[in-house]
């Protein structure tokens, strides 16, 4: 009875791992599971954290400014204007975050299209979409965010736009390369004799085949993502106070470095977590989505 | 599936974009030909220099016939067969001439070269299909095999989904896969190959095309696969009258399953004639060659003779030779005569066509 209990248990686990063997390579990656840990962490807790703590990120109380961390209600400390860390931070990784999956989702979009159009019709478009793309990945980007950032109004939906026109280049370059292999697969042309248009044959038949690199590319650009906001956060051109954002806390942070560390400790680990989390998350899926390994 | 940078040139092929009207009483002897091919020329432009891979190709297939293509690797057929359908790469890099007339099972006729690709679209899959050599890698690996059913019937048919899935079991059933409902959400890594080629036939035939080219399609498959899979396009064939292209270079099927066959070497037709009287009285020395091959079980008694070979390669196609281009590898070659011009296509026998200057000569030698 027992036994035929463990055998009926036993198979599906089986089953899983055999349906999908990226799966099971994926959670074999340690790293790559720690991080997906702490990005869930991280997400939670600035997307529901704000209402469990009994305070307000912008609520100021002069009385408890710059309390050190763990002393008293304030877990993380306060800031020159007596506002609670805790759910500064908390606010802040809502502005970080969003800005990272939004710019990356946007930065997918054009880079897939450019990508996809340049390798399906490779020739003359082709060329002039991917030196295109070799011209804007020459600029030093950071030059390039900041002195944007410098002429347009700063919002987080600017900011987002920003971020993405200056990373969508990755993306491109991958999904040419895929397409470029792929529209000379036997299936290419077996679509093509059926009479699949071109756009058909570019949507449906060569994109879903190249989803892995691009699932790998824009993991590791959420990462860029999120350290381009902090960086032009931190340099004053980002989110603009008192919306806080993980770079522009580490900018207040800047003047009470020497008697209120925690100020710039706090929110740099935040942006160090989770940048290195999503690269982790990037290497596992990669190892796990390579066909090369198995199938 | 490719960019058309000239808008002007699809303007003034306007007039192809409507299908010509031809009533089957008036076309005569004609309307039985499904497919008419004449003067088809093929030219590849690489950094070699202009390969013609096609010259001169003429030809016809009837309704329920099936023409097999002979030849051995680059002689042309697989390109005749692209080409036909505008499958080549673009315009700057592949020209095609001559013209090919193709009539639907509605009666409408369509012109193949230079139409635009707007109506090729329409023609490929549903006028005309072909099935590929490997059946490994030509189901898309991402898509389960009723999607890609369901695909062609709704682009050329516009058929719901759920009228296009019942069509798909429909066809699974068919081309002779058990269980049809439940095959239907298989990707294609879960079937065998023959599995997948009867599948890829099932895509070809959903839209009831008139005309089916089959480019070697047995060649993956082991010998008792390919035997069914014979049988099934023969079956297919007999059911939906649809005329065949049977692309091969095993001459052991084209006995199986052609009505007529056309020898091609170099891109050039040498030979053309009724299945039976091209294995028993083949005229040109190629198709000797080739028939001669063929490993027998008991004429080389004791296996004292070795295995006939043709000798040599294949010529260059960016270099031929002058006249025949047979003509180095022909063990009746006679200066003067065979590399003087290029042979025309006489014919031997009525309905049988031979290019060869000394055909006559050499009907008993070997």
Redesign the interface.
């Known amino acids: 009875m027992s036994i035929a209990h463990t055998a009926s248990l036993a198979p599906p686990r089986r089953a899983l791992a055999g349906r999908f063997p990226a799966l099971s390579r994926f959670l074999r990656h340690r790293p790559a599971l720690l991080g997906l840990g702490i990005v869930l962490i991280m997400t939670l807790a600035s997307f529901v954290g704000p209402w469990l703590i009994p305070f307000n990120a912008t609520d100021t109380d002069i009385r408890a400014r710059l309390t050190e961390p763990f002393v008293g209600s304030h877990v993380l400390g306060t800031d020159p204007l007596g506002r609670d860390i805790l759910a500064r931070l908390m606010y802040a990784g809502r502005i970080s975050l969003s800005v990272g999956f939004a710019a990356t989702a946007l930065s997918v979009v054009v880079g897939v299209l450019v990508g996809l159009v340049a390798g399906f019709?490779r020739?003359a478009?082709g060329a002039a979409l991917m030196r295109f793309v070799d011209a804007m990945l020459c600029f030093p980007t950071i030059f390039l965010l900041l002195a944007v950032a410098a002429l347009i109004e700063p919002s987080v939906a600017s900011i987002v736009v920003l971020i993405a026109l200056a990373s969508w280049m990755e993306v491109a370059r991958v999904v040419e390369g895929q397409i470029r292999s792929l529209r000379e697969?036997?299936?290419a042309?077996?679509?093509?004799?059926?009479?699949?248009?071109?756009s058909?044959?570019m949507f449906?038949?060569l994109l879903?085949?190249a989803?892995a690199p691009i699932v790998v590319a824009a993991t590791l650009n959420i990462a860029h993502a999120i350290l381009a906001e902090s960086y032009i956060s931190f340099l004053g051109f980002g989110i603009q106070p008192p919306t806080p954002s993980w770079g522009n806390m580490l900018e207040n942070a800047q003047s009470y470095l020497t008697n209120a560390p925690w100020l710039a400790i706090v929110p740099g680990l935040a942006i160090t977590l989770t940048v290195t989390s999503f690269n982790f998350i990037g290497d596992g899926l990669r190892d796990a989505l390579d066909a090369k390994l198995d199938r | 599936m490719r960019w058309t940078p000239n808008w002007i040139v699809e303007v003034m092929n306007m007039n192809l974009y409507e299908p010509i009207h031809t009533p089957a009483v008036q076309a005569g002897a004609q309307a039985e030909n499904v497919l008419d091919v004449r003067e088809l020329n093929v030219a590849f432009r690489t950094a070699a220099g202009t390969v013609h891979a096609v010259r001169d190709v003429s030809f016809s297939v009837r309704r329920g016939e099936t023409l097999a293509l002979v030849g051995e690797t680059s002689s042309g057929k697989s390109v005749t067969c692209l080409g036909l359908l505008g499958l080549t790469p673009p315009a700057p890099y592949c020209s095609i001439t001559g013209s090919a007339r193709l009539v639907a099972r509605d009666g409408n006729a369509y012109e193949l070269v230079g139409t635009p690709e707007r109506v090729m679209r329409r023609v490929r899959g549903g006028v005309a299909s072909v099935i590929f050599q490997e059946p490994m890698t030509s189901l898309n690996p991402v898509h389960t095999v009723g999607a890609q059913i369901c695909e062609s019937l709704r682009i050329h048919l516009g058929m719901s989904a759920r009228a296009a899935t019942d069509r798909a079991a429909e066809l699974l059933n068919q081309v002779g896969i058990s269980d049809p409902k439940r095959r239907l959400t298989n990707y294609p890594h879960e079937l065998s190959g023959g599995m997948r080629q009867r599948v890829m036939i099932a895509m070809a035939i959903a839209c009831e095309p008139s005309l089916l080219i089959a480019d070697e399609p047995t060649t993956a498959l082991d010998v008792t696969i390919q035997a069914q899979i014979l049988e099934l396009l023969e079956k297919l064939q007999s059911e939906t009258r649809m005329a065949m292209i049977y692309i091969t270079h095993n001459l052991g099927t084209v006995a199986e399953i052609a009505d007529r066959v056309m020898v091609m070497y170099a891109g050039r037709i040498v030979e053309q004639a009724d299945v039976v009287e091209l294995f028993t009285q083949p005229r040109h020395p190629y198709s000797r060659g080739l028939i001669h091959s063929v490993p027998r079980l008991h004429s080389n008694r004791a296996r004292k003779t070795p295995l006939f070979a043709i000798p040599g390669n294949v010529p260059d196609p960016a270099a031929h030779p002058p006249g025949c281009t047979f003509g180095p590898r022909c063990g009746h070659f006679e200066p003067g005569r065979c590399d003087a011009a290029v042979p025309v296509l006489e014919n031997a026998q009525p309905g049988h066509l031979v290019r060869c200057v000394r055909w006559p000569e050499i009907e008993g030698a070997v």
């Open positions: 019709y020739g478009i697969r036997d299936f042309l077996a679509a093509e004799s059926l009479g699949a248009s071109d058909r044959i449906r038949e879903p085949n989803v």
